[in-house]
Structure formats: C-alpha cells, structure tokens
C-alpha cells in the first residue's frame, strides 16, 4: 500500500515544470556525429587526467550505446564506452566504463564529463610511467637551468664588453 507520504511525493513531482523534473532519455545511434564528438571528448579528457600519463594508454574501442537528455543547465550525452588499453589491472584489454558528457546550456562551447568509476591501472605500469614522468621531469629542469646558465654566461660577456669600451 502507497503510504500518504509516497503519495504527496509523487504529487509534488508530477506538479513540477519539465525544467525541473528534466526531461526524458532519448535512445541515440552509436554512429550519432554528436555521440561520436562526445565519446572522443571524454576518453580525450580522460586520458589526460593521471599524474603519471598511465591514462594516454586508454582509446575508445566501442561505444556500446548512448543516449540524450536535456537537463536544467546542461545537454547531456549518457555514454556506455569500451575502452582499451594494456595496462588494466584485471589483465583484460578491454574494459567498460559509463560517462555522461554535459555541454552547457548557457556557452556550448563549454563541455565537461563524469565517469561513474575510473579506469583501474596495474601497479607496475604506473610504476613504469612514474619513473618515465621524473625521469623526463629531471630531463626538461637540466635543460631549462642549462638555458638559464647559457643567458647569464652571455648576459655577462655583453656585459664586460661594454666595461672594456668605456675604459678606453
């Protein structure tokens, strides 16, 4: 039995403005150009979010099935994604993963995506992609104060050049 409170609930939400409540899911192809932009979006993003650049491994293998929704601020793309990559720590190659891309009502050009849970990387890779990150870390702070070496060496002979003519 429907207690009164359950009752008043329902009431209250089948009262509200579609606005609120949101609208509908409408079932989208998976060859959909928008769906298509929405996935490369967020395995795009995705990949660029591990500190250690273990996530560059992840590519889009299949979109399993997508759908749209207009919400009070955003118009989403619900997206179920294969996505590939060597590194998983379950062994496999391949892996599923649900994201929703929002694109803002107000500025289209703003787009952003949650994922319901991240990809789950082996250890040791991301041991081996940590050491490669420091490593090319230490690579590119040599460089820059080699650079940095290099212009005060030559802002100091400039410098004893000019000393030199104006003492003769």
Same mark, same amino acid.
């Given at each position: 039995?429907?207690?009164?409170?359950q009752?008043? $609930?329902?009431?209250?939400?089948? +009262?509200?403005?579609?606005?609120i409540?949101? !609208?509908?899911r #409408?079932?989208? %192809?998976?060859? /959909?150009?928008?769906?298509?932009?929405?996935?490369?979006?967020?395995?795009?993003?995705?990949?660029?979010?591990?500190?250690?650049?273990?996530?560059?491994?992840?590519?889009?293998?299949?979109?399993?099935?997508?759908?749209?929704?207009?919400?009070?601020?955003?118009?989403?793309?619900?997206?179920?994604?294969?996505? $590939?990559?060597?590194?998983?720590? +379950?062994?496999?190659?391949?892996?599923?993963? !649900?994201?929703? #891309?929002?694109? %803002?009502?107000? /500025?289209?050009?703003?787009?952003?995506?949650?994922?319901?849970?991240?990809?789950?990387?082996?250890?040791?890779?991301?041991?081996?992609?940590?050491?490669?990150?420091?490593?090319?870390?230490?690579?590119?702070r040599?460089?820059?104060?080699?650079?940095?070496?290099?212009?005060?060496?030559?802002?100091?002979?400039?410098?004893?050049?000019?000393?030199?003519?104006?003492?003769?």
């Amino acid at each position: 039995m429907v207690s009164m409170i359950q009752a008043i $609930a329902v009431a209250v939400v089948c +009262s509200l403005p579609l606005s609120i409540v949101g !609208s509908e899911r #409408v079932i989208k %192809s998976i060859t /959909d150009p928008e769906v298509l932009d929405a996935a490369q979006f967020a395995v795009s993003e995705l990949s660029q979010l591990s500190d250690t650049g273990i996530y560059t491994t992840l590519s889009l293998k299949r979109i399993k099935a997508a759908a749209t929704q207009i919400g009070d601020f955003h118009f989403n793309t619900f997206l179920d994604l294969e996505l $590939a990559s060597p590194h998983f720590k +379950s062994g496999r190659h391949v892996e599923s993963f !649900s994201f929703v #891309v929002m694109q %803002s009502k107000m /500025d289209g050009h703003i787009k952003s995506f949650a994922i319901d849970n991240f990809p789950v990387m082996d250890d040791d890779a991301i041991e081996i992609f940590w050491i490669n990150m420091v490593e090319k870390d230490r690579r590119d702070r040599r460089a820059l104060f080699a650079a940095w070496e290099s212009e005060t060496q030559s802002a100091t002979s400039s410098t004893s050049l000019l000393h030199e003519k104006d003492e003769l």
